[in-house]
């Protein structure tokens, strides 16, 4: 891991300092970890739902300034091997560990040269969960470290010009001079070596990626990532056990990539203060009549069944469920009169990050490479011309195809509600599949000019039969509970003292970029306001 203990030291010195000042630091002296799993009627200071980047990020700072957590995870804990011996299985071979609670796998690029490419699995809590609304498929991470486990670890930080745009009521200079860099240095980002790069026979995609945007006049960036770049220099020479060079992505990675696992939450752990609760999923959160509030949560099985319900009682809540974890929560609660008083903005604002997937077929001279990392690490910026940002995608087949492929984050103005559905009692999203036709337009200023320019096409067989654009799912959802509306602009719920979200739901519909450093750094600078003035 890359953070310098200084380093670590020097980000949080404030937030000690706040701790010291409030006394707690001497009243908590011996820390205890908290028991886990969760027991019923437990009452606990601070109880997190949900361990991805919001949630980490609270439950660390917290702990550290001397506030016992316990954080409530649906997932499972992968922490175990399986019986191959590793704790997730590969992209090219998915079993019960790839989904969750589904009978089939439903791979994001969902053909091969025309045929579908999905496998029946059995049901099974697994890592990647591919949530259908009626208009798009949402995934999302689930596990003890939420979408870290299953995304491909880029780490952007937003152009600082763009920032207005991302999240108009944040003062920019303070995120850029302090939030981005502490988000970055406890995320453990890197950058591949350049050098390497042009040598790396893995990275062959990259190149002929990054020719094509030049030969065309489109800016090539390098894109950061959390993988360790020196295990992959490793993986490559041969040396080290293979994960981003054997295919691994979507369903984890079992070497080489810092989760939060490795970072946020492994630090957290160490404060002795930090316990944490798998394979339960919160329910309902109501006020006490004593103060605080009262938490439903249901412990489930690797079968998605019921074992016990618990009821416990926590003085403060952070929602760290994510955009849609976070957002049908609290539409559900305020829906059917358990958090009345949570306001009208509550639902609304949802976006998918302007996601679009796209494939070219090269020419036979032009070949990608059959062995591609699963890492991508450079992009196409044409964001302030053409609402696009394009990520140069690996296509890890093990064999040649002459295919680029692209992930394009772009400027999609659309955005979605969530509303309680009494007669299902679900929670809906409105969002329609033919909202993305403005993600395809701007993705278009890229690829319809690459394509001209090199005498190519389009691929049609990786979506369909005939089928250009992966335009009915999105890898990024944003918002539902935004900042500064659904709450105040530090993430306080508004009715409700103690309530807090500090996720992806936050942000209103895109951050021109891939989304997790921009979450982190807004829970860093929400997560220190809130200790320092509420606890
Ligand atoms: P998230 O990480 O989703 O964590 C929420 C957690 O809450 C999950 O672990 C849930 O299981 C859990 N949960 C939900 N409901 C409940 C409940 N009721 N009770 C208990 N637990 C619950 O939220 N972003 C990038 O920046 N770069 C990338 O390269 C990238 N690649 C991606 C690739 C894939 C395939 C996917 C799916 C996502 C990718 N993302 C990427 C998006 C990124 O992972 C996502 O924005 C963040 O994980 C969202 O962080 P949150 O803290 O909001």
Redesign the pocket.
């Known amino acids: 891991m890359s953070i310098s203990r200084r380093g670590f030291i020097a980000g949080t010195g404030s937030l000690l300092g706040v701790a010291a000042l409030a006394g707690r630091a001497t009243a908590q002296a011996h820390a205890t970890l908290p028991a886990a799993p969760i027991t019923s009627g437990a009452h606990v200071p601070a109880l997190v ?7 980490s990020v609270a439950a660390l700072r917290l702990a550290q300034a001397g506030v016992d957590v316990h954080l ?4 499972m804990a992968w922490d175990t091997p399986g019986p191959d011996g590793k704790i997730f299985c590969n992209t090219l071979q998915p079993d019960h560990r790839s989904y969750w609670l589904r009978t089939r796998t439903k791979a ?1 690029l969902n053909f091969f040269l025309g045929f579908p490419i999905d496998r029946d699995i059995t049901r099974y809590t697994g890592i ?2 591919a949530e259908d609304f009626s208009g798009i498929t949402v ?10 486990l ?7 930080t937003p152009k600082r010009e763009n920032f207005a745009a991302v999240l108009p009521s944040v003062n920019a200079d303070e995120m850029y001079a302090t939030y981005y860099p502490r988000a970055n240095a406890g995320l453990g980002v890197g950058t591949v070596d350049p050098i390497w790069f042009d040598s790396a026979a893995c990275y062959q995609y990259s190149r002929v990626g990054r020719k094509h945007a030049q030969r065309s006049g489109f800016p090539f960036v390098f894109v950061p ?1 959390v993988y360790d770049w020196d295990y992959m220099k490793q993986e490559a020479a041969g040396t080290v056990t293979k994960s981003a060079l054997a295919g691994e992505i ?1 369903y984890g990675n079992n070497h080489g990539k810092k989760s939060l696992q490795q970072t946020y939450l492994a630090r957290a752990k160490a404060t002795g203060r930090v316990a944490i609760s798998p394979l ?4 309902s959160v109501a006020p006490a009549a004593a103060g605080g509030y009262t938490v439903v949560i249901e412990q489930i099985n690797t079968n998605g069944d019921t074992t016990a319900t618990k009821t416990v009682t926590a003085d403060r809540v952070f929602f ?4 849609v ?1 976070t957002s049908k ?1 609290l539409v559900k609660l305020k829906a059917t009169g358990v958090l009345p008083r949570l306001n009208d903005a509550v639902g609304k604002e949802w976006g998918d990050n302007g996601n679009v997937m796209c494939g070219r077929a090269n020419h036979m001279w032009d070949p990608t490479g059959k062995l591609q990392s699963t890492i ?1 690490c450079s992009g196409i910026d044409n964001w302030t011309a053409g609402g696009a940002f394009a990520e140069i995608a690996p296509l890890p087949t093990g064999i040649e195809t002459y295919a680029s492929f692209y992930l394009s984050i772009t400027r999609n103005p659309n955005r979605a509600q969530f509303s309680w559905n009494a007669a299902t009692g679900t929670v809906d999203l409105n969002w329609q599949t033919s909202w993305k036709q403005p993600s395809i337009d701007m993705a278009k200023t890229i690829f319809d000019k690459i394509n001209a320019k090199e005498g190519t096409i389009y691929r049609t067989d990786l979506f369909g039969t005939y089928k250009i654009w992966g335009d009915h799912l999105t ?4 918002g539902g509970v935004v900042l500064n509306k659904a709450t105040d602009n530090y993430g306080r719920l508004t009715g409700y003292p103690g309530l807090y979200v500090i ?3 936050l942000i209103p519909g895109n951050t021109s970029v ?4 921009t ?1 982190t750094a807004l829970a860093e600078r929400n997560i220190e306001k809130i200790i320092s003035t509420d606890l």
């Open positions: 739902i949900g361990t991805g980047y919001g949630g409530i995870e649906m997932g994001p990647l969960d995934y999302q991470g689930r596990g003890v470290g939420g979408g870290s299953v995304n491909g670890g880029m780490a952007v990532d979507l339960h999923k919160v329910t760290a469920a994510g955009s974890g929560l991508p890898y990024h959802p944003l996720d992806g739901a891939n989304p997790f450093v979450i």
